[in-house]
T-cell receptor, first 116, second 112 residues
């Protein structure tokens, strides 16, 4: 069974400082990895995904994530955080085997608070 | 592209009544849609997989007779919460699949 862990419930960072949101995963095969952001009372917005290829993936709003197979991690990063980045962030994994369908398994979420 | 809508965005209903939530893929066809439930400050919990033209597949612990799912067309899936109780109050989110999952904006259900 696949699983995702986001070890931090909340991350606090000052505006302009680098932001990192951690994610580790466990799957039996090769993973598809995703990051989503959720603003209050809204659905999930797609930020980026890793399928194959370059381990550094660039996504929306200046976010990027680095796939590390040996550490089974997919940490989300932004070089300079904005107050507007304050939101709830979810990491998700999907197995590439056909039998798994398109089911995503989500981490518990990390709340990011960027202070001015 | 790949826009998913939900209706209503919020609903208040009385205990014992039923409420229907619609999920539509606006610019693509989706043979598969998913329904999630999210409690405050928690992650998304997959409730069921909705397949067009066939019965939904429910996750373990989800009552299929309480949460009725109908995927009548390639652009519409509905979730009906039957005989709602206050503990059903939650944020319900759907997603539709076109290669990847695209999420709707969610529906806030409050049962009084």
């Amino acid at each position: 069974a696949q699983s995702v862990a986001q070890p931090e419930d909340q991350v606090n960072v000052a505006e302009g400082n680098p932001l990192t949101v951690k994610c580790t995963y466990s799957v039996s095969g090769n993973p598809y990895l995703f990051w989503y952001v959720q603003y209050p009372n809204r659905g999930l917005q797609f930020l980026l995904k890793y399928i194959t290829g370059d381990n550094l993936v660039k996504g929306s709003y200046g976010f990027e994530a680095e796939f590390n197979k040996s550490q089974t991690s997919f940490h989300l990063k932004k070089p300079s955080a904005l107050v507007s980045d304050s939101a709830l962030y979810f990491c998700a994994v999907r197995e590439t085997i056909k039998a798994a369908g398109n089911k995503l398994t989500f981490g518990g979420g990390t709340r990011v608070l960027v202070k001015p | 592209g790949a826009v998913v809508s939900q209706h209503p965005s919020w609903v208040i209903c009385k205990s014992g009544t039923s409420v229907k939530i619609e999920c539509r893929s606006l610019d693509f066809q989706a043979t598969t849609m998913f329904w999630y439930r999210q409690f405050p400050k928690q992650s998304l919990m997959l409730m069921a997989t909705s397949n067009e033209g066939s019965k939904a597949t429910y996750e373990q612990g989800v009552e299929k007779d309480k949460f009725l799912i109908n995927h009548a067309s390639l652009t519409l899936s509905t979730l009906t919460v039957t005989s709602a109780h206050p503990e059903d109050s939650s944020f319900y989110i759907c997603s539709a699949v076109e290669h990847e999952q695209y999420f709707g904006p969610g529906t806030r259900l409050t049962v009084t």
